[in-house]
């Protein structure tokens, strides 16, 4: 089973990564750009066939492991 | 307008994070996870008000900067 977890910044939390695009953009002359976010997507191929108890984990998974939940959202989609 | 941009890795190029996060999730005793790949998630802002010219103009900023084509592939929405 595919589960794809998506990990963004928390609203209001500095994105450096997102910054240097921004600025990089318009130095290549894309101007037009008010803001530029930049997060992480992960793809999990795990062995359970339960999608409740997939989701379950993966969310125990971005609790431990993925994502900082003191500065980052995950949001997990079981395809 | 809001435009999302999913970069993920062409299959078969070898993902050192995603190894990297499968053998933490290991180690952390989640068995049954067969394989994770990592990649970004990039979400502009853009002034433009035309969905094809911004999506135009994004795939223009994917291929010049935001994604190395050679390895990975990118996939645009627009919000």
Known sequence: ???RVDITLKTGVLDPQG?????ALGT?????????RQGKVILLDLAET???KAEADV??????????????????TVL
């Open 1 to 3: 089973m595919q589960v």
């Open 19 to 23: 910054e240097a695009v921004h600025h």
């Open 28 to 36: 290549l002359g894309f101007d037009g750009v008010n803001s530029v």
């Open 50 to 52: 339960d999608p409740a």
């Open 59 to 76: 969310a125990a998974m971005c609790e431990k492991l993925l994502a900082n939940t003191v500065i980052e959202n995950y949001a997990i």
